[in-house]
């Protein structure tokens, strides 16, 4: 499908031969993935308001405001019920939550669209509010064209380092199988599409810098501030790329100072060229930065992101559930993930220190995504705050091609085949997405069994899933359904669910707060005999367990809500354990209440379990959580 060739020769000289080589639009199978992904934008209208929705309209509101307002305000062009929650209590001033970086990307078509609508206002009816469907589809336009180029440049890096062959399966594959794709053309106005450019261009360009004679010059070191520092203007995350020049400035550093030593001072201080690398770095990055940090100062009268306080919980990442939960896991909604570690290592004396550098960087990038407050990403197609780190996934799967290619033809087929899979199952997600088939990957975590029934799968396949479990989740759920003593599908419905989950924007908001037992899915393990009557009320054995998911580390109290007998004992006669240790029960009215302290209670992937132990004939309606305590205030 794919033929493997040699590393590409160096570019003729030439500038319009460099700038055709850049973008790599020689090669036929990077044209024909650009004209279908452009084919794809021009035909699909979007989700909601069309290529504009969710933190997209609210990003897209920069150009009206500045086009029409003069500010960056938002109350002059945003729909009045979203005022509330973005006005400012210090300044006033109705902030936009999303980074401006993407407004230079965009300005050009929107301003287009403009001039288009304008020249089409004598003869037809035409919004000139310049927020229509038109409009955003004109501005999306912009992280089209981005997101198109970080592919040419990310298949012009891989085909240096291993051939045209294993460049096209990792652009194509990283691509289409990846949630990328959807924000190229059904989401466009996200800031992934030109996250994905920048960073794509910063790996690059760093790549090729350190590769040649010259190495990294105090210019280039300059140049590859301005675009880390686009890339922070993007999405600030982007910051963890500027890793890899870093630690080039410390590396270097630190060879010059072991030279100097070993030679009794002879070489003299560390050379000024990796000081003033540095020091260009930094400086440049932080001056294309400012204006972001002056909007910041403008909206909340200091220099803070929009988030509120504690947004990041660096002390207790979900790592497990960002990898691999059924709520926008890595794994589970872009399987192809699989090949990027064992390709990156099996393709690491071709990669050189990319293959190292790469890994630090998504190792670092994991463990920042995993420790937000949302590590799922609100509403989302897949795991979308890893597809900056597109240029990973994409070398991982260059190089198991590489590798896989130097041995067997049969080998190559087998590995077109999986791609080719993962591809299908992305496309067909998207579509399922995009009609409102299916839940956003960042609703809830569900059983695969569950997608599948809505995808409508036959019933053979959700049975199959049922009893084995979501391949994709593997070995987390069956390592989980050991620990836990529960199938292995269980896992996919309960990690990366909360049972005491706030909003991300407005913490004193709750998401969820506790479970019906009606409808208890995998959280309630043992017990239930049978269905709910007209109360609602399910009857149970004597012994329940509840796995109980909790997003923080904070004293609770868990209120059980059912029918006890008063003949035998009723809710009074009702005991319990958390995390096998008895706790106190307080019977109050129809109802038991618990109180665990901080101390006993388990975060993220580590689910607690609650058993209770009740009077013969009982039921149960409903599982109520509240906090204890005042962290999230």
């Known amino acids: ?34 004209l279908l992904v452009v084919l ?51 300044t006033g001033r109705t902030y936009n939550p999303c980074p401006i970086g993407t407004v230079p990307f965009w300005i050009a078509p929107y301003l287009l669209g403009l001039g288009l609508e304008r020249i089409a206002a004598p003869f037809t009816h035409v919004d000139l509010s310049g927020q229509s469907p038109f409009d955003f589809f004109m501005a999306g336009l912009g992280s089209l064209a981005a997101g198109l180029a970080g592919v040419a440049i990310l298949f012009r890096l891989l085909r240096r380092k291993l051939g045209a062959g294993a460049a096209r399966a990792g652009a194509i594959a990283s691509v289409l199988a990846t949630p990328l794709v959807w924000y190229l053309v059904t989401q466009p106005l996200y800031q992934h599409a030109c996250a994905f450019f920048a960073v794509t261009l910063l790996v690059e360009r760093w790549d090729a810098f350190r590769s040649d004679e010259r190495g990294l010059t105090p210019a280039r070191m300059a140049l590859l501030g ?3 520092g686009l890339a922070m203007l993007i999405r600030i995350q982007e910051v963890v790329w500027l890793l890899l020049p870093g630690m080039d400035v410390v590396r270097l550093s630190v060879r010059a100072l072991t030279k100097r030593k070993a030679s009794n001072g002879a070489d003299g201080p560390p050379p000024l060229r990796t000081l003033a690398g540095g020091i260009a770095l930094i400086a440049v990055c932080a001056l294309v930065f400012a204006p972001q940090v002056a909007i910041w100062i ?10 509120p306080p504690g947004h990041m919980r660096w002390a207790d990442p979900a790592i497990v559930a960002t990898i691999f939960s059924t709520r926008a896991g890595l794994l589970p909604w872009a399987p192809v993930l699989y090949l990027v570690p064992p390709g990156l290592w ?3 004396r071709r990669l050189g220190a990319l293959a190292g550098a790469l890994s630090l960087g998504f190792a670092v990038e994991l463990w920042v995504n995993a420790s937000a407050w949302d590590h799922w990403g609100s509403y989302t197609f897949g795991p979308r705050r890893f597809t900056d780190a597109t ?17 067997r033809r049969i ?26 088939r299916i839940k956003s990957s960042g609703a809830w975590a569900f059983p695969a069994s569950v997608w599948a029934g809505w995808a409508g799968a036959p019933r053979c396949l959700r049975s199959a899933l049922e009893h084995a479990g979501d391949p994709f989740v593997q070995p987390a759920g069956w390592i989980y359904a050991l620990a836990y003593h529960v199938p292995p599908s269980t896992f996919e419905g309960v990690v990366g669910n909360y049972l005491l989950e706030r909003d991300c924007r407005v913490h004193a908001v709750l998401n969820h707060s506790g479970l019906s037992f009606a409808d208890a899915g995998t959280f309630v393990p043992d017990g239930i005999l049978g269905p709910p009557d007209a109360a609602k009320q399910v009857p149970v054995a004597t012994r329940v367990r509840v796995l109980v998911p909790l997003f923080a580390l904070e004293p609770v109290r ?39 302290p901080e101390a006993r209670v388990r975060t993220r992937a580590r689910t607690n379990e609650l058993v209770l132990a009740l009077p013969e004939g009982s039921k149960l309606s409903k599982l109520e959580l509240e906090s204890l305590g005042d962290y999230w205030r």
Request: charged content about 15%; hydrophobic content about 50%; proline content about 7%.
């Open 346 to 348: 099996l393709a690491r």
């Open 411 to 436: 080998g190559r087929a087998l590995l077109a085949t999986a791609l080719a899979l993962a591809i299908a199952m992305n496309g067909a997600l998207m579509e399922l997405l995009r009609a409102n």
């Open 558 to 596: 868990l209120n059980v809500f059912g029918s006890f007998d008063p003949a035998r004992g009723g809710a009074s006669a009702v005991r319990a354990t958390w995390n096998g240790a008895p706790v106190a029960t307080t019977a109050s009215g129809g109802h038991v209440t618990i109180e665990v």
């Open 226 to 228: 301005a675009i880390g």
């Open 298 to 307: 403008y909206f909340f009268g200091k220099a803070r992101t929009p988030q």
């Open 391 to 407: 240029v990973v996934f994409a070398a991982g799967v260059a190089g198991a091609w590489w590798w896989i290619a130097q041995r």
């Open 1 to 34: 499908m794919i033929a493997d060739e040699a590393p590409a020769p160096p570019a003729r000289p030439g500038r319009l031969r460099r700038a055709w080589d850049l973008l790599a639009a020689s090669d036929p199978a990077l044209a024909a993935l650009i």
């Open 40 to 90: 794809y934008y021009a035909c699909t209208r979007g989700i909601f308001q069309g290529k504009a929705s969710g933190d997209g309209f609210f990003g897209f509101m920069y150009l009206p405001s500045l086009v029409f307002h003069r500010t960056v305000q938002m109350a002059p062009a945003v729909p009045k019920m979203w005022l509330p929650y973005f006005r400012d209590d210090v």
